[in-house]
């Protein structure tokens, strides 16, 4: 699914939808680029990925003028939430010796613990306090500590800042990671390595991948209410005119 996020980013409008192709690789995305003309890959500036490596070849070779990519938020918050969630859990069997139940303090907070630290009422704010008073619940703790930093600096208005904290605990990443902090380790390698792609969302503020996810939501709902496309054809049509694209998606290919 390609998506037009101009419109976004200049507060004109909703995201487009461009067109669709199969699959989630490299030869997908090349194979579609090169079929557009050499005057509308040269209008191509910023790329907003999702977390396949598929979307790395429309910043690296897809574009004429070589565009700016980076990683989106939703992608990389997603990721530091399902590690805090692994680390939950692991922690949880470690001290009880099986799943999260109703009355276990761990599994009790489990969606509390996913919740920005901003937008907590005072009454889990104090449930996590009493948590992580727990010694146990330590790795829990910095867990939830990193993902927090990483809510912080996307939530930051000013985008100088939310580069500025995002490099800080990046940085502070590639120091040697305390043992027990499984997750965290993990966490850090993918960050680490995907640091250049992740800083460069600071440098276009404007440009995200979520209302890619929100275009496939509502796509997903399409082919719910199909019950299933068997020709690919067939169902880029009626996505095209269930996003109102269908008439410019003739006129930009044509």
């Not at 409008?13 to 509308?40: C, H, I, N, V, Y």
């Not at 009880?96 to 009355?103: I, S």
């Not at 010694?135 to 939830?144: G, M």
């Not at 460069?200 to 709902?221: C, I, K, M, Q, V």
Request: proline share 5%; with cysteine; hydrophobic share 35%.
């Amino acid at each position: 699914m390609i998506i037009d996020l101009t419109p976004v980013r200049d507060a004109t409008g909703p995201a487009r939808l461009l067109d669709m192709a199969p699959g989630q690789s490299k030869k997908a995305f090349k194979t579609w680029l090169a079929a557009r003309r050499e005057p509308w890959r040269r209008q191509v500036e910023v790329v907003a990925m999702d977390g396949f490596t598929g979307s790395r070849e429309c910043r690296w070779r897809g574009a004429a003028q070589g565009p700016g990519g980076h990683g989106p938020p939703f992608h990389v918050v997603s990721l530091a939430g399902d590690k805090l969630d692994e680390c939950r859990r692991r922690i949880q069997r470690a001290i009880k010796g099986h799943r999260g139940r109703q009355g276990d303090p761990l599994y009790r907070n489990r969606r509390t613990l996913l919740s920005g630290a901003d937008l907590l009422t005072d009454a889990q704010a104090e449930r996590l306090e009493t948590l992580f008073a727990d010694e146990r619940h330590a790795p829990v703790k910095a867990t939830w500590g990193l993902y927090q930093r990483l809510i912080q600096a996307y939530r930051t208005e000013d985008p100088g800042l939310g580069k500025h904290l995002m490099r800080r605990l990046i940085s502070s990443l590639r120091q040697a990671v305390p043992n027990g902090l499984d997750e965290i380790t993990t966490l850090a390698r993918t960050l680490t390595e995907r640091s250049a792609d992740i800083l460069a969302y600071f440098d276009h503020p404007g440009s995200s991948n979520d209302p890619t996810e929100a275009a496939g939501g509502r796509l997903e709902h399409l082919r719910g209410i199909a019950l299933g496309f068997r020709n690919l054809t067939h169902y880029t049509i009626r996505s095209l005119i269930h996003a109102g694209r269908l008439k410019d998606h003739l006129r930009e290919t044509t």
